[in-house]
C-alpha cells in the first residue's frame, strides 16, 4: 500500500470515532504524543511524525491489535522513510522492552495498556532486549513511547492535524 500526504491526513482524522478503550479518541492521542515530542525534540521531526502516525493501523484495521505497529509502519514507509516506519512497527515492542527493564515503568502505564500487554507477548526477552540495546535509534524508540503513554490527558487541546501537513511534506521530500 502506498499512500500520500492527503490520504495520512484522512486515516488519522478519521481516528475521531476511535478510542482504542483508552479515554480520549484516537485522533487526540496521536496529536498529543506528536506535540509532546515536538516539545521534547525539538529538532527531530521524524520523530515527532511517528508519534503522530504511530498508531495508523489501529485506523486502518480496528481489531488487529498486537499487529496495529507493523500495519501502520508499512502503511507510512514509502512516504516517510525507514526512520519512521522502524520508530512506529517497533512502538509496542517499546513498551515490552520497558516493562522488562525499568522496574517504574509500568506504574506510568494505562489500565488498558496493561491489559493489552499480554496478548503483545509480554515483557521482552533476553535476546530481544538485547537487540534493541544495540540499536542506534533506542533512544528516540523510548521517547516516543513514553510520549506515546503520556499522550492520554482528557480535555487537552493541542490544535489540528493542519499543523503536522508541512511537516509530513517536508520529511516525505527529504526522503525521496
Ligand atoms: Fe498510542
Not at 487526540?28 to 511524525?49: I, N
Request: net charge negative; proline share 4%.
Amino acid at each position: 500500500m502506498e499512500m500520500d500526504v492527503e490520504q495520512i491526513l484522512e486515516i488519522l482524522r478519521n481516528g475521531e470515532a476511535l478510542d482504542d478503550g483508552e479515554p480520549i479518541d484516537l485522533l487526540q492521542h496521536s496529536l498529543q504524543c506528536a506535540t509532546l515530542l515536538a516539545e521534547r525534540h525539538p529538532g527531530d521531526e521524524e520523530l515527532q511524525l511517528a508519534g503522530l502516525l504511530h498508531d495508523l493501523g489501529t485506523v486502518l484495521r480496528p481489531r488487529a491489535n498486537a499487529a496495529h505497529a507493523t500495519i501502520g509502519a508499512a502503511a507510512i514507509e514509502s512516504l516517510l522513510g525507514s526512520r519512521v516506519a522502524w520508530l512506529i512497527a517497533h512502538h509496542v515492542d517499546a513498551k515490552r522492552y520497558l516493562v522488562a527493564t525499568d522496574p517504574e515503568y509500568r506504574a506510568r502505564l494505562s489500565a488498558r495498556s496493561i491489559e493489552t500487554l499480554e496478548a503483545q507477548g509480554g515483557p521482552l526477552d533476553a535476546a530481544s532486549v538485547a537487540a534493541l540495546d544495540a540499536h542506534p535509534d533506542l533512544a528516540a524508540l523510548v521517547a516516543l513511547r513514553k510520549a506515546d503513554d503520556d499522550a492520554k490527558v482528557i480535555g487537552l487541546d493541542v490544535g489540528s492535524v493542519d499543523r503536522w501537513i508541512e511537516p509530513l511534506h517536508e520529511v516525505s521530500r527529504r526522503v525521496r
